[in-house]
Structure formats: structure tokens, C-alpha cells
């Protein structure tokens, strides 16, 4: 077991274990507040911590030096029956090995051309950017903000420290780079690169005075999938006070982002601080149809759909941050997040419909039948039923 600090954790308060469980100890107080935001233990601390990847970030229960406090920290598995994945959080996630990244025939300039993915969370853009960067004019870069907001708790989500792409000197350079997409391409030796950030906070500084073209592609999930995937991610019984806050908050997202159709039809500036996108995809239409659903995307960036995009889990990737099903996928492997879940063992691109078991009837009804679940079905999809395709 090893206990370790990010090299510039500044408040001093999150802490990473990685290694294998311990066994027993005389006097065992556990951690408080599992699932924390990782801002929350980086600020808060006091005991919160996340299951993150292969490690636990975590913040002491009195926020002291979890090297020096004289405490032993262990990994503890309360839940019956074996646990052969607990062993593998001291293994980097994939083995680098056979994925190598094969050099440009010529070596890459600058960047010419983003793929902006933009989104709330769990609305499906880890594969959305897995498939973009097995094109081979793509680099799917994923969630390129962590690399600029947190550049201390990031790497490649595929391999992990043994990344031999993302080294921490790289991770640096690029992410300190005024010219943060050219570096990328010049790195990956891709022209285009897919940043799938989601957030207009993030974009619209990062987009700014960028040469580039850039696609701006707004990404949704119907709003009864999308309320489901919020409700897996968090603990607790499925209440009407959380089905309004998660309601209101896709509303509040979705408030932000105007498309360029609805700009034409609205005949009227865009209001101040409003995100426009000039492509509208919705997952369900990309889970049926992933080449077709993309290619408005790629002819924006004067490219062509290529077939090897649906092999996209055997292609090589480096991504920064992303979901973790689609990395599952790419890793070939059981991740210890995957236990119990069974769409975690399904490969391929598919609809999520997990809101049948996280919802009961009245639920559904519920959620089917509010404002704000009625505001994003009628501007994104033709009908409030959770269609498999919108089309
Ligand atoms: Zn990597």
C-alpha cells in the first residue's frame, strides 16, 4: 500500500492510495462521505473520498498529513464474496504495449480543426470521443480542461501512468501551452482534435481567437435517460425532491446552449453568456447510427466517415478523463467501478436503459409529466417517450 500526495496539491488535503488491500486492523474508523467531489476533498477534506480509476483519492478525517499523522490507511471491502478486482487498483489501467501510437508519416504543425463537444454529464461524450478519435485524422483528446483545472490529478484514462504519450513532463508542457490545441496535434500528430469538455465555462475561453475551425456539437440524452444516469452515479432513495433537482438541473445546463437552428427561427441576438453550437446530436441517434449521426460532424471538419471509427475499442487511445464504460471497453478489462453493473460488461455502442431498473413506474410517470423534463423533450426530441432513436 502506498499513500502519496499530488506534486502541487495546494490546500494539502487529497490524498491517493494505490496498491493492494491490507488485512487487518486493531481499532478501524472509516472514511466518511464516500463519492465526494474531488473539489470538496481538495477544499473540504475532512474524511471525503472517491474511488477514482485504479486509486482512492481521499482527505483525512482531521485534514492532517496522512504521511506523518501516524494512522494507517488501508482498503477495506465490506460487501460478501471474493474480490479479485481489489488487487488490480495497484495496476495501471492497460498495458500500454499494444497500443503503441504509430508516428505521422509527417510530422504536424499545428492544429486544423476542434470537434467542440458540448454537454451535460453522463450525456454519452467519452465514446462519442472514442469513436471521433479512431478516425485517423483525430485525435480524441477527451476532457482536455482537466489538464489546464486540476494538472495534477490528470492522465491518459487508458493507460495510466505507464502511458508513454501523456508523460508527466508532456502533461506539463501541453497543458501550460498558450497554444493548447496545436500542442496536442504536434504531439499526436493528428490535424484535427476532438476536445469533448462539454462545458461552455470551459469553451468560451479555450475557443477564443483560435484560428482553427471549429464545430461546436451539442450532444444530449433523452431526458429520462439522462435523469437516470444522474440518479447511478449518486447514493440514495429516488425521491421527488432529487428527480427535481437533477430536472432542474439539465434544464439550467440546457438553458445555456442555443444551436444555430433555433438562432434562424428566433430571428433575435443570442442573450449574453449563451453557448452556441452548431450541431445538434442526440445519442440515441449516434447509438443507432454512428457512422451517419457523425458524418455532419466530420464534413464540418472536411472529412469522411472511415470504417475503422467502428472498431473504435481496439483503436489506439490516450484520452484525458471520460466515463468509465467506453474505457472498460478499450482496457479489455473488469474494472473494480464494473462490478455488479451489468452494462458495464456489454461492448459496442448501445443505449443505456438502466432507468428501467433505477425508476419505478410512478418515477417515470413523474419525471414524464414535469416542466422541465417536458421543456427538454420538446426542444430535442419529438416526443417525451424515450424512444430507441429520435428518428
Ligand atoms: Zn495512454
Redesign the pocket.
Given at each position: 500500500m502506498s499513500i502519496c500526495r499530488p506534486s502541487s496539491n495546494k490546500t494539502r488535503k487529497t490524498w491517493r492510495i494505490c496498491g493492494d488491500p491490507i488485512g487487518s486492523c486493531s481499532r478501524i474508523v472509516p472514511l466518511l462521505e464516500a463519492h465526494s467531489l474531488h473539489d470538496d476533498i481538495r477544499g473540504v477534506g475532512q474524511g471525503r473520498y472517491s474511488h477514482w480509476r485504479n486509486a482512492l483519492l481521499f482527505s483525512t478525517s482531521d485534514n492532517s498529513d496522512a504521511q506523518t499523522n501516524g494512522r494507517v490507511y488501508a482498503l477495506r471491502w465490506k460487501g460478501a464474496g471474493a474480490k479479485p478486482w481489489l488487487p488490480q487498483l495497484s495496476l495501471p489501467a492497460a498495458d500500454?504495449d499494444h497500443r503503441r501510437w504509430s508516428a505521422p508519416a509527417k510530422p504536424v504543425a499545428r492544429c486544423e480543426g476542434v470537434i467542440a463537444v458540448v454537454g451535460d454529464s453522463f450525456s454519452g461524450s467519452t465514446v462519442l470521443n472514442c469513436v471521433l478519435g479512431a478516425h485517423s485524422q483525430i485525435f480524441g483528446a477527451s476532457e482536455l480542461r482537466w489538464l489546464v483545472e486540476t494538472p495534477d490529478e490528470v492522465g491518459?484514462a487508458?493507460?495510466g501512468s505507464a502511458?508513454t504519450?501523456?508523460t508527466p513532463g508532456v502533461l506539463r508542457r501541453v497543458g501550460q501551452s498558450p497554444d493548447l490545441y496545436d500542442a496536442v496535434s504536434r504531439r499526436f500528430g493528428r490535424h484535427i482534435v476532438c476536445d469533448s469538455s462539454k462545458t461552455p465555462a470551459w469553451f468560451s475561453p479555450a475557443l477564443r481567437g483560435l484560428e482553427a475551425p471549429v464545430v461546436r456539437v451539442l450532444l444530449t440524452k433523452h431526458p429520462l435517460r439522462h435523469v437516470a444516469s444522474h440518479l447511478s452515479k449518486t447514493t440514495g432513495p429516488v425521491t421527488r425532491q432529487r428527480l427535481d433537482a437533477i430536472l432542474a438541473h439539465l434544464r439550467a445546463f440546457h438553458g445555456r446552449v442555443l444551436l444555430k437552428d433555433e438562432m434562424t427561427l428566433r430571428r433575435a441576438p443570442a442573450p449574453d453568456g449563451m453557448m452556441i453550437c452548431d450541431l445538434h446530436l442526440r445519442y440515441e441517434d449516434f447509438a443507432a447510427d454512428p457512422l451517419g449521426s457523425l458524418s455532419p460532424v466530420l464534413v464540418a471538419m472536411g472529412l469522411s466517415p472511415e470504417p475503422g471509427m467502428l472498431d473504435w475499442a481496439r483503436a489506439p487511445a490516450?484520452p484525458i478523463g471520460g466515463n468509465i464504460a467506453p474505457l472498460i471497453q478499450i482496457c479489455n478489462a473488469v474494472h473494480p467501478m464494473a462490478v455488479g453493473r451489468d452494462k458495464y460488461r456489454r461492448r459496442g455502442i448501445f443505449l443505456d436503459e438502466s432507468y428501467r431498473q433505477t425508476l419505478d413506474q410512478d418515477g417515470i410517470d413523474y419525471i414524464l409529466s414535469h416542466a422541465d423534463a417536458r421543456w427538454l423533450a420538446d426542444r430535442f426530441y419529438a416526443s417525451a417517450e424515450p424512444a430507441r432513436t429520435a428518428a
Amino acid at each position: 500500500m502506498s499513500i502519496c500526495r499530488p506534486s502541487s496539491n495546494k490546500t494539502r488535503k487529497t490524498w491517493r492510495i494505490c496498491g493492494d488491500p491490507i488485512g487487518s486492523c486493531s481499532r478501524i474508523v472509516p472514511l466518511l462521505e464516500a463519492h465526494s467531489l474531488h473539489d470538496d476533498i481538495r477544499g473540504v477534506g475532512q474524511g471525503r473520498y472517491s474511488h477514482w480509476r485504479n486509486a482512492l483519492l481521499f482527505s483525512t478525517s482531521d485534514n492532517s498529513d496522512a504521511q506523518t499523522n501516524g494512522r494507517v490507511y488501508a482498503l477495506r471491502w465490506k460487501g460478501a464474496g471474493a474480490k479479485p478486482w481489489l488487487p488490480q487498483l495497484s495496476l495501471p489501467a492497460a498495458d500500454c504495449d499494444h497500443r503503441r501510437w504509430s508516428a505521422p508519416a509527417k510530422p504536424v504543425a499545428r492544429c486544423e480543426g476542434v470537434i467542440a463537444v458540448v454537454g451535460d454529464s453522463f450525456s454519452g461524450s467519452t465514446v462519442l470521443n472514442c469513436v471521433l478519435g479512431a478516425h485517423s485524422q483525430i485525435f480524441g483528446a477527451s476532457e482536455l480542461r482537466w489538464l489546464v483545472e486540476t494538472p495534477d490529478e490528470v492522465g491518459c484514462a487508458v493507460c495510466g501512468s505507464a502511458c508513454t504519450m501523456w508523460t508527466p513532463g508532456v502533461l506539463r508542457r501541453v497543458g501550460q501551452s498558450p497554444d493548447l490545441y496545436d500542442a496536442v496535434s504536434r504531439r499526436f500528430g493528428r490535424h484535427i482534435v476532438c476536445d469533448s469538455s462539454k462545458t461552455p465555462a470551459w469553451f468560451s475561453p479555450a475557443l477564443r481567437g483560435l484560428e482553427a475551425p471549429v464545430v461546436r456539437v451539442l450532444l444530449t440524452k433523452h431526458p429520462l435517460r439522462h435523469v437516470a444516469s444522474h440518479l447511478s452515479k449518486t447514493t440514495g432513495p429516488v425521491t421527488r425532491q432529487r428527480l427535481d433537482a437533477i430536472l432542474a438541473h439539465l434544464r439550467a445546463f440546457h438553458g445555456r446552449v442555443l444551436l444555430k437552428d433555433e438562432m434562424t427561427l428566433r430571428r433575435a441576438p443570442a442573450p449574453d453568456g449563451m453557448m452556441i453550437c452548431d450541431l445538434h446530436l442526440r445519442y440515441e441517434d449516434f447509438a443507432a447510427d454512428p457512422l451517419g449521426s457523425l458524418s455532419p460532424v466530420l464534413v464540418a471538419m472536411g472529412l469522411s466517415p472511415e470504417p475503422g471509427m467502428l472498431d473504435w475499442a481496439r483503436a489506439p487511445a490516450h484520452p484525458i478523463g471520460g466515463n468509465i464504460a467506453p474505457l472498460i471497453q478499450i482496457c479489455n478489462a473488469v474494472h473494480p467501478m464494473a462490478v455488479g453493473r451489468d452494462k458495464y460488461r456489454r461492448r459496442g455502442i448501445f443505449l443505456d436503459e438502466s432507468y428501467r431498473q433505477t425508476l419505478d413506474q410512478d418515477g417515470i410517470d413523474y419525471i414524464l409529466s414535469h416542466a422541465d423534463a417536458r421543456w427538454l423533450a420538446d426542444r430535442f426530441y419529438a416526443s417525451a417517450e424515450p424512444a430507441r432513436t429520435a428518428a
